[in-house]
């Protein structure tokens, strides 16, 4: 099961999925969060984004497949009425056609020796008939066909402008082209997919975040176990507190200003996924009902980092996904992912569930 399909599955929990509304009301929530992505991913293409597209509705449509009911089987087919025979109507005896007899053409005159003389067509004297005839009659229908089309043409052509014109308008809307570099928020690299609050009822925010459109190969490998925290560090003046809840074990890290919070890699990790695309999920929420913004980087060694990311994470659970390509190298130890709770600067808390990572696949 992909982030995406996560998602919308955890998105039903909150509400009764039966209801096609409530259904409907989601998905509309999952197309407006990857636009959003998307609109802030400069670096990928026309293709690639419309592939993200493409892989939303075949999601959607594979989920939507579970709720339509079984067709009722057909009625069983009556029987047909005998054929009702009819008296056939007399035919009417067809008169033969009146034929006039072919007028008789004169004799063709002789000349002085006794020879025909050459019959004389009116036409090579100079004389036109007042009839036209058969072939001024189809050039005059030929003539006149071209001057009926052009109105449909003329038409054909104008709705075919107007239809490129309208989806000209269209993309470069979508696209963001004229929006500034502050509405862009180019700071921000790879923004995750998020169901918003109020895009569905049921409850809490209930939020998840994307990859690049793969899905995890093979099992999942854990980085971090809130019940072993000794993988854990803190900077001078950040919290790290093991926390008990409903027999659920979650850290509840916090930091002042910039700092961060590093998770370690072992070596055996990266060994694993060294080659391949990786994808490394964070499971993670908010405290106190509040929303914080999470921002993440990652020193892998040899195998170099993934950047930085930033998420907005909401009070509910959720996975937070980013997919990084590792060299076909051999690591030499172990790495880190830093985590700071809030980037803000507000100090507000985090709690981190687990982080792990698999193969990634498309």
């Given at each position: 099961?992909?982030?995406?399909?996560?998602?919308?599955?955890?998105?039903?929990?909150?509400?009764?999925?039966s209801k096609r509304p409530f259904r409907e009301k989601v998905y509309r929530s999952a197309f407006a969060a990857l636009e959003r992505t998307l609109e802030a991913r400069d670096d990928l293409s026309e293709d690639a984004k419309l592939a993200r597209r493409d892989n939303l509705k075949a999601t959607i449509t594979e989920i939507e497949t579970e709720f339509v009911p079984a067709a009722a089987p057909s009625s069983p087919a009556a029987p047909k009425a005998p054929p009702v025979s009819r008296p056939e109507p007399r035919r009417r005896q067809a008169s033969s056609p009146q034929v006039s007899p072919e007028p008789r053409r004169a004799p063709r005159p002789k000349d002085d020796n006794g020879d025909f003389a050459p019959?004389?067509?009116?036409?090579?004297?100079?004389?036109?008939?007042?009839?036209p005839s058969q072939e001024d009659a189809k050039r005059r229908i030929r003539a006149a066909l071209p001057r009926?089309?052009?109105?449909?043409?003329?038409?054909?052509l104008v709705a075919t402008l107007v239809a490129f014109a309208g989806m000209g308008l269209w993309w470069t809307m979508s696209s963001g082209i004229l929006m500034s570099s502050d509405e862009r928020d180019t700071s921000v690299r790879n923004p995750p997919l998020a169901l918003e609050e109020d895009s569905f009822s049921g409850g809490d925010d209930a939020s998840s975040s994307g990859s690049r459109g793969s899905r995890a190969a093979g099992q999942w490998i854990t980085v971090f176990d809130p019940a072993d925290p000794t993988s854990v560090s803190a900077p001078d003046g950040g919290n790290i507190d093991v926390m008990r809840n409903d027999d659920q074990i979650f850290l509840r890290v916090s930091t002042a200003g910039s700092a961060g919070i590093s998770f370690d890699v072992g070596q055996g990790v990266l060994e694993t996924l060294a080659g391949r695309?990786?994808?490394?999920?964070?499971?993670a929420r908010a405290q106190d009902g509040e929303e914080t913004q999470l921002s993440l980087s990652c020193s892998f060694g040899a195998?170099?980092?993934?950047?930085?990311?930033?998420?907005?994470?909401?009070?509910?659970?959720?996975?937070?996904?980013?997919?990084?390509?590792?060299?076909?190298?051999?690591?030499?130890?172990g790495g880190t992912i830093t985590i700071i709770p809030d980037a803000t600067g507000e100090g507000h808390a985090l709690d981190v569930f687990s982080i792990r990572a698999a193969r990634a696949t498309r």
């Open positions: 099961m992909d982030a995406i399909e996560n998602a919308i599955r955890k998105a039903f929990e909150k509400g009764d999925a019959r004389i067509d009116p036409r090579d004297r100079g004389f036109t008939p007042d009839e009926q089309r052009r109105p449909y043409a003329m038409l054909f695309n990786a994808i490394f999920s964070i499971e195998l170099g980092g993934c950047g930085r990311t930033r998420y907005v994470v909401g009070p509910t659970r959720a996975d937070y996904l980013f997919e990084v390509e590792l060299p076909n190298q051999s690591p030499s130890g």
